[in-house]
């Protein structure tokens, strides 16, 4: 009673006196002692002694689930998925309706990258016993398996289980805000903020829906929340320097952008809004080695391209701007690739193929809907001044 008493205290040091004592008493044979011990120095961070004494406290009681799955645990934080799961299908045939196992099992799978196998046990769990962490694990798997309209459907069924996990509400809200249905995601983040109005997720996921709008002052008030509670967010310092960007302030948002790269120098979209912010400030050669940067990270967005080919073309290597240009153009037919091509076109000179780079970027932009076209008044100008200049039909 006394290991238990100091156990439930949190009173780590006095419980592993105590336990010591009972275990040289008993030669190690105390099965309850051997447990705490393997608990408390797991949760110290020593996973390898913690493992030898679940072992050791499973050759004592062999037919014990509990102490199975902390041996499983123990190799589960090893990354001994293989073994894990072998460990698991010994328990399950032990007591095959245990949920805790299922779920265990599943995340083993998981780590494998096993996702039907993961599938399984996650659906064989919720049967057995409803749980928020597995209908969390269930929609991971659906969205890796790009199965997005059944993910959202089991998110709603543990919305129905659970209505008021802000967690379920703002991974919901996140798988709607990645498929573009933006005011279904705006209410379940809503809802989400509701219940927590420090949630870090929510409240950057909405504000970055604001900030789409375009309404900078009030993104940065949620901004301004989260950086309080969770300063040393890269995508939070992203953002805010995207925000001052929008307002005009490239110092600062240049400034912002830099310590986002600090906090997470492997995020792709980084050193790309560093090239755009340089870009605007006409700091060419800076923003080309933002740009080189961005596509090293990722080389399968268009945009970077895009923009390397403009940064480039300032700096008058017209050959490896094109060669850009074109590279963008292999990875996606844009109207904005097309317009930014024909421009650099013709400023060196270059009519025919501008013509030709117009007409198409004409076809593109004519392809999108009105409200979409209307909100880009600056390609509008830019398109007319090239027209203009290129003598051809508006």
């Known amino acids: 009673w006394l290991i238990f008493l100091y156990f439930v205290q949190n009173n780590y040091e006095e419980c592993l006196k105590v336990v010591q004592e009972v275990l040289q008493d008993t030669n190690m044979r105390n099965e309850f002692a051997n447990y705490i011990k393997g608990i408390i120095l797991r949760s110290q961070g020593k996973i390898n002694d913690s493992l030898q004494m679940f072992k050791w406290t499973q050759r004592l009681n062999p037919f014990s689930l509990e102490n199975i799955k902390q041996v499983g645990r123990c190799l589960y934080l090893l990354g001994r998925a293989k073994p894990c799961i072998d460990l698991y299908e010994q328990a399950l045939r032990m007591h095959r309706d245990d949920w805790e196992t299922w779920h265990c099992k599943g995340m083993c799978h998981m780590n494998l990258n096993q996702l039907s196998e993961a599938l399984e046990c996650f659906r064989t769990a919720n049967l057995i016993q409803k749980h928020d962490v597995t209908f969390m694990q269930l929609g991971e798997v659906y969205v890796r398996s790009e199965d997005h309209r059944s993910a959202i459907d089991n998110y709603l069924e543990a919305l129905e289980f659970s209505p ?141 391209y895009m923009y390397l080919g403009l940064a480039l073309s300032n700096l008058g290597d017209f050959e490896n701007a094109c060669n850009s240009y074109e590279k963008a153009l292999i990875l996606e037919e844009d109207f904005m690739v097309f317009l930014n091509y024909a421009v650099s076109l013709f400023n060196y000179g270059k009519k025919e193929k501008a013509k030709e780079m117009y007409t198409k970027f004409k076809k593109a932009f004519d392809e999108l809907e009105p409200s979409i076209r209307d909100l880009d008044m600056e390609v509008q100008e830019t398109s007319r001044n090239l027209a203009s200049s290129l003598e051809m039909p508006l």
């Not at 996990?165 to 903020?193: H, P, V």
């Not at 949620?222 to 300063?231: D, F, G, M, S, T």
Request: hydrophobic content about 40%; glycine content about 6%.
């Open 164 to 304: 008021e996990n802000s967690e379920l509400l703002t991974t919901l809200g996140l798988l709607y805000l990645r498929l573009g249905d933006n005011f279904k995601a705006f209410q379940y983040l809503g809802n989400a903020l509701t219940l927590d109005n420090t949630n870090s997720k929510a409240l950057l996921a909405t504000g970055s829906i604001i900030q789409d709008r375009s309404d900078h002052d009030a993104a940065l008030l949620k901004y301004r929340i989260i950086a309080a509670n969770n300063p040393n967010s890269a995508q939070l310092w992203n953002n805010i320097g995207m925000c001052f960007f929008g307002k005009a302030k490239y110092v600062a948002a240049i400034s912002c952008l830099k310590k986002a790269q600090y906090l997470d120098p492997f995020e792709w979209i980084v050193p790309y809004n560093l090239g755009i912010a340089h870009l605007s400030t006409k700091q060419y050669a800076s923003s080309f080695h933002y740009f080189n940067a961005a596509i090293s990270l990722n080389p399968n967005y268009f945009g970077c």
